[in-house]
């Protein structure tokens, strides 16, 4: 082991004994620019406790961490929140070396992994069971669905420390381990980002959780989630916006997303944008040329409009198009009214099967699609203003009575 890496105090007794992925741009389909984090939490009670690994080409960097402050074989248990592969790619290898005496997690987490990595003989643990560690007691609360059904939430009651695996995370490579150390509207962005592209489609079991954790009546003093900075203020400010995030009660903003062939969709995008903003909506006009899906996620969070234009590429909507609305479509977006557009050549399939996706969305159509064959005219583009404004003051209605 080197002596580089240090384990970082987070609590009297819980140490963070993660690694920091300062490159990783790319996270299943997730756009991460700052990196990330693989947060490892070490709880040195008389029964020392392993809380989560690491993926797996950090394991080394987790195992110095760790022996900064233990030899780690002096670990008895490990506890597994949340199988997914950022946090157990090196379980198997790292109880190999350790060879805890015992390794929980919950029971849907137990049998995954058994099946991901043949890992047998992991103890499953049920919602509200404890562990007693000796000096410390460790609760554990299933979070099924959030955002897998093995994930679990534990905690050290004598500490007041929450480890909420995925949970309460963001995507955010850092010097610092503690969120009071970096500025808020990084934090803000990078959550709300999170919260979009993998919380998002949970967002009704989100709110469960919310009121779950708060029948607990614990003040927790540190939540230590697997991936970012660990909360050690601030924390209510944190459920707050994921209530928020969770209703996803639009506000007067608007999303243009589109594709185009020889600018001539574009044209109409941008027409569509400034009827929009005539109308006193906030609009962000998105190409997929420029933009990666995760942003228009991002944007969409808290959207009440989505507008989607697309030519047509050999009878079919744009490859981008489609790939954006896929994903969309898988993280449920709610509460949106919208429209679709484009300029063809030939055919124009495009405009219905942006519209079909959208309908599977429930997104409200409020509008018939405007489409053109090549070049839009003035006519055309009057058209494109038009509907950008209509959509503008539907969604102002809406915004203001809710
Ligand atoms: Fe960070 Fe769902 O894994």
């Known amino acids: 082991m080197n002596s580089v890496y240090k384990a970082v105090k987070i609590s009297k007794n819980v140490y963070w004994v993660g690694a920091i992925d300062w490159n990783i741009r790319d996270f299943h389909g997730y756009t991460t620019r700052r990196g990330t984090t693989y947060n490892a939490y070490l709880v040195?009670?008389?029964?020392i406790t392993l809380i989560d690994t690491v993926r797996e080409p950090f394991r080394d960097e987790m195992l110095s961490r760790i022996a900064s402050i233990i030899n780690p074989q002096d670990i008895r248990f490990i506890v597994s929140n949340?199988?997914?592969?950022d946090h157990t790619g090196c379980l198997a290898a790292v109880m190999d070396i350790v060879k805890p005496d015992e390794v929980y997690a919950s029971v849907v987490g137990a049998e995954t992994l058994r099946e991901m990595y043949s890992?047998?003989?992991v103890i499953p643990i049920k919602d509200g069971g404890t562990l007693d560690l000796g000096t410390m007691t460790l609760s554990f609360m299933e979070t099924r669905m959030l955002h897998w059904p093995d994930s679990m939430f534990s905690f050290v009651n004598e500490e007041k420390v929450l480890f909420s695996h995925d949970a309460f995370g963001m995507h955010l490579a850092s010097s610092e381990r503690f969120a009071d150390e970096?500025?808020?509207s990084i934090l803000d962005y990078e959550g709300a980002t999170y919260f979009a592209n993998i919380l998002l489609p949970y967002a009704q079991l989100v709110l469960k959780l919310i009121e779950k954790v708060d029948k607990l009546g614990y003040e927790f003093e540190v939540v230590a989630p697997d991936h970012g900075p660990v909360w050690r203020e601030s924390f209510d400010r944190v459920l707050k916006l994921y209530s928020t995030w969770a209703l996803q009660q639009p506000l007067k903003k608007a999303v243009v997303v589109y594709a185009t062939m020889w600018h001539s969709t574009e044209l109409m995008a941008r027409a569509i944008s400034e009827g929009l903003a005539r109308s006193g909506v906030d609009v962000k006009l998105m190409s997929m040329a420029e933009n990666h899906r995760s942003d228009v996620a991002y944007e969409v969070l808290d959207a009440g409009a989505l507008i989607v234009g697309s030519?047509?590429?050999?009878?079919?909507?744009?490859?981008s198009i489609a790939d954006v609305l896929t994903y969309?479509?898988?993280l449920r977006p709610r509460n949106l009214i919208g429209a679709a557009f484009g300029s063809y050549g030939w055919s124009g399939e495009s405009i219905r099967q942006i519209e079909d996706i959208l309908k599977e969305m429930k997104v409200d159509l409020v509008s018939d699609a405007v489409s053109t064959k090549h070049v839009p005219d003035f006519h055309v583009i009057d058209q494109c203003f038009s509907l950008g404004k209509m959509i503008g003051e539907q969604l102002d209605k809406r915004v203001t009575t809710t």
């Open 44 to 47: 040195l009670s008389d029964k």
């Open 82 to 85: 949340h199988s997914e592969m």
């Open 311 to 319: 030519p047509t590429l050999n009878n079919n909507v744009f490859p």
């Open 328 to 330: 969309l479509k898988g």
């Open 119 to 121: 890992i047998d003989g």
């Open 182 to 184: 970096i500025d808020q």
